[in-house]
């Protein structure tokens, strides 16, 4: 790694909030998976409607056919998992419609899953959302903007090759 590598174009990705919400600090999420960063570094939400949007520009890399969760991957290698709830897979897709499909390109701000929150708190689960980056270890640094009320879009995460 050169001196001049930080300067270069693309050496820092933005991550755009994948709800409107409040995003809260990964270490708030009540279960060790997120909480404890074992999936990888990132930020949750405390959503305040359904609808998940794509932080980044990227490919859909997985979906889960229960529809509780997206993986994404941007242009410049981030793997990214949105997940919402927590132990939202046990309810076997009902709350989720799915918007999309693996191996489709998006653009940031493209709606990715519609999730019923009622039914979700309902059936006696959490809403929280983690958003975490999978390969955190590929990246100097990942920055996480928390603590403040968010619609799609806004700036939650910053990562740095």
Known sequence: MGFFDKFRKGSETVLGSPVKGRCI???????????????????????????????ADGTVSTVFPTGHAVGL????????LIHVGLD?????????????????AVKKGDLLLVADLDRIRSLGKETVTPMV??????????ETFDGKDTEPGDEVIKLHK
């Open 25 to 55: 600090s990964i270490h708030e999420v009540p279960d060790p998976t997120f909480g404890e960063e074992i999936l990888g570094k990132g930020v949750a939400f405390l959503p305040a409607d359904g609808h998940v949007y794509a932080p």
């Open 73 to 80: 991957t941007t242009a410049d290698g981030a793997e990214i």
């Open 88 to 104: 939202t897979v046990e309810l076997k897709g009902e709350p989720f419609t799915l918007k999309v499909e693996s191996g489709q």
């Open 133 to 142: 980056i999978c390969n955190s270890a590929d990246f100097k640094q990942v």
